[in-house]
């Protein structure tokens, strides 16, 4: 599976603005969502935004992250968390994921799964990167 990620575009004027909270504090939800939604940096809100492609899979569940960290050095932001899990035996079906902050509903992140994945009474896992979800780097 190739996936590819985006940060939104919205996302670090929401941090300047201080809409949103303290990522390591605040729940950090993680939704799926299926082929028809269509990815933009403009993109702000989840449920303005994203909520509408939301899958409906009867197993399916929002997921909060748990062990967020946010590590910070001279130049370079990391984000990272556990890998998130749907179940273990489930049958769900999505082509994306999300990141956003429960608390403000502003978006953070965006997985594409490069196509549909599919569990069939399986699990459904998202494994983030060793290195972390994200990370962000100020220029030199």
Same mark, same amino acid.
């Given at each position: ?18 809409e ?5 504090v ?14 933009s940096h ?28 946010v590590?910070?050095?001279?130049? +370079?932001?990391? !984000? %990272? ?7 273990? *035996?489930?049958? $769900?079906?999505?082509?994306? @994921? ?18 549909? +994945?599919?569990? !069939? %009474? ?7 990167? *060793?290195?972390? $979800?994200?990370?962000?780097? @100020?220029?030199?």
């Open positions: 599976m190739a996936v590819s990620a985006e940060i939104y575009g919205t996302f670090f004027e929401n941090l300047k603005k201080g949103l909270g303290n990522l390591e605040d729940d950090i939800q993680c939704a799926l969502l299926d082929s028809g939604y269509t990815f403009d993109h702000d809100n989840f449920t303005d935004d994203v909520s509408a492609n939301e899958i409906d899979d009867a197993d399916y569940s929002q997921q909060t992250l748990s062990n967020v960290s590590t910070r050095t001279d130049r +370079e932001t990391v !984000v %990272d968390a556990d890998d998130v899990n749907f179940g273990d *035996e489930v049958n $769900i079906s999505a082509s994306y @994921a999300v990141l956003f902050d429960e608390t403000s509903d502003k978006l953070i992140f965006f997985v594409d799964f490069d196509g549909e +994945e599919e569990s !069939v %009474d399986g699990k459904f896992e998202i494994q983030w990167h *060793e290195d972390g $979800i994200f990370s962000t780097e @100020a220029p030199a």
